[in-house]
Every structure is written in structure tokens, then in C-alpha cells.
């Protein structure tokens, strides 16, 4: 995610200019000399009620990032392990962003735990992390349920679902499955996977294609392929069973190995693995960005 983004800055800037020329071009034609005043006023508070959420970035990225996070993202996040210092700064800007802008609820509007909020803004962070110009939604709330849920929404370690997204309404997950899912890298991550299929709904559709930062050649084929090959099951399968499910749920668990089990998923399906690397623009194993970004 972006804290001071120079083309916005300088898009805002522009119209803000824009707006103070066009004043002061009224002002001259009707000779309505209060428009002198007023155009660089409105174009002045334009660029400020734009820029806002950016000052708000700029002041959380430079206020030291709290020891008690850092120590439980050492102690929890292998990606963050894997990451040399650079990355540990950007990794906890993005983390730190994503907690302040998103809205966390829990059950009867309760608040959320503070290590639930901070894991499931590590896998965001860990999803980002080589497309750091990406912004992630900020109109979809984050409902964590105690436990696993059903299709009514109704909570109990009985039930099987332990993370859904709506297309238009909030991604819902079981704060049992968000810890466990960061307690050993073993390719399942409930945050990871839903915020997989957030990416996926970037282009408003569940469809598995990698849309949401450009076009892969070839991407839509592998899926179809890797499908079939988990469908198939046996040995050969690159992914587990649930990936068979349709096209978005294989993209949704092929991240999580991607994320979870890199050195796994890359012996296993050196081509999906290289493919999500496209993606991406990330080698999870290493924390290394095969295209270089500003600030990466």
C-alpha cells in the first residue's frame, strides 16, 4: 500500500491549480472579483480533503511500529522471517495501515483481539508485498466469528466453515482457524485464502484469473489444467482436494501453498509455482521481488 503516492499528490495538485485557474478566469470574464479569493480556497481544500487518508498513512508509518506486533510477527509470520530488514519496514507499514483503515467486528459488534487483527493484516501484507502500489478495499468489513460457522452464520466447532467472502459484503472468518492458521506453515491459512478470493473479486467476479494486476498469458489455461488434475486426484494432484471445488477456490488454495509451502508447491508444480511468482511479483520463499518496486 501506498503512504505518499506521487501521482495522486500530483493529480490532486493538478485539479486543485485547475480549479483556482478556473476561478480566477470567472473572475475575469464576469468581473466577479470574489472568485480571485475564493478559486485558490476551493482548489486549496480540495487537495487537502484528498490527500487526508495519505497524511494519515504518512503519520502511522512514522510512529515506531509497537515491539509487542514485531515480536509476535517474529514469532508467527514465517514470510516476515524470511524478509531482510527492507522488507521487515514495508512489511509493518502495511500492516499497521491495513489495522488502522479496516473495520473489525466481532460477535454483537464486540471488539476484535488485538493478535487476530494483527494476523489477518499480516496475510494482507504478505499478499501485497510485491505490488506495493495495490490498495486493498476499504468498504468491506472483517467480521471474525469466535469459532467456525454455518451458512446462517451461526457459530459452533460443529460446523465446517471457517471463512467466507461476499462479493459486495464482508469477509467473514473464524478467529479459531485465523490462529491456527499461523500456528505452522502447512499450506491451509484461512486469512491468506479469503483474502485470496478478496483479490479474485477485484474485477467483480469469482472466477480464479489473476486480473486484478494485469494480464498473464496462459494463467487462465493452467487454472482449467490444474483443475482437471486435482479433480483426478492421486499422487499427481499439485493441490488439495478443496481446490476442486471450481476455478476460485483453486486459485484461493493455490496461494495459500504459494504463501504457506513455497519450496513444497515449487517442487511439486514448478509451473504454477513460477506462474504465481508472475502474479504476484514475489518469490514467497525468499521475500525477494523478481521486478523491482519504489520503496521495495
Not at 524478509?83 to 509493518?92: C, I, K
Not at 459488534?109 to 487483527?117: A, Q, R
Request: one cysteine or more; a neutral charge; proline letters at 7%.
Amino acid at each position: 500500500m501506498q503512504t505518499w503516492p506521487r501521482r495522486s499528490v500530483l493529480l490532486h495538485t493538478w485539479i486543485a491549480a485547475l480549479l483556482a485557474g478556473f476561478a480566477v478566469a470567472l473572475a475575469v470574464v464576469s468581473g466577479a472579483a470574489w472568485a480571485v479569493v475564493i478559486g485558490p480556497v476551493i482548489g486549496l481544500g480540495w487537495r487537502r480533503a484528498a490527500l487526508t487518508p495519505y497524511r494519515r498513512r504518512r503519520a502511522l508509518v512514522s510512529a515506531p511500529f509497537p515491539d509487542a506486533w514485531r515480536a509476535q510477527l517474529e514469532d508467527r509470520v514465517a514470510f516476515y522471517r524470511r524478509l531482510a530488514p527492507p522488507g521487515h519496514a514495508r512489511f509493518e507499514a502495511d500492516v499497521a495501515i491495513f489495522m488502522a483503515e479496516q473495520r473489525f467486528v466481532g460477535p454483537q459488534n464486540s471488539p476484535v483481539p488485538e493478535d487476530i487483527c494483527l494476523l489477518i493484516a499480516a496475510a494482507a501484507a504478505m499478499l501485497g508485498h510485491g505490488r506495493p502500489d495495490w490498495e486493498w478495499p476499504t468498504t468491506r468489513d472483517i467480521i471474525v466469528h469466535l469459532t467456525n460457522f454455518n451458512e446462517d452464520y451461526e457459530p459452533g466447532d460443529h460446523h465446517n466453515i471457517a471463512g467466507m467472502v461476499h462479493a459486495q459484503g464482508p469477509m467473514m472468518l473464524s478467529r479459531k482457524q485465523v490462529r491456527f492458521g499461523f500456528k505452522k506453515s502447512d499450506g491451509t491459512n484461512v486469512a491468506v485464502h479469503e483474502l485470496a478470493h478478496v483479490l479474485d473479486l477485484a474485477d467483480g467476479y469469482a472466477d480464479g484469473t489473476a486480473s486484478f494486476w494485469g494480464t498473464f498469458p496462459g494463467w487462465d489455461a493452467l487454472v482449467k489444467s490444474r483443475l482437471n488434475a486435482v479433480r483426478k486426484g492421486g499422487r499427481e494432484a499439485p493441490l488439495r482436494a478443496y481446490a476442486g471445488t471450481n476455478e476460485a477456490e483453486l486459485f484461493a488454495v493455490a496461494v495459500e501453498a504459494f504463501f504457506e509451502t513455497p519450496d513444497k508447491l515449487r517442487a511439486r508444480d514448478p509451473a504454477l509455482f513460477t506462474a504465481l511468482v508472475a502474479v504476484f511479483n514475489l518469490d514467497p520463499s525468499t521475500g525477494t521481488l523478481p521486478e523491482p518496486v519504489d520503496g521495495a
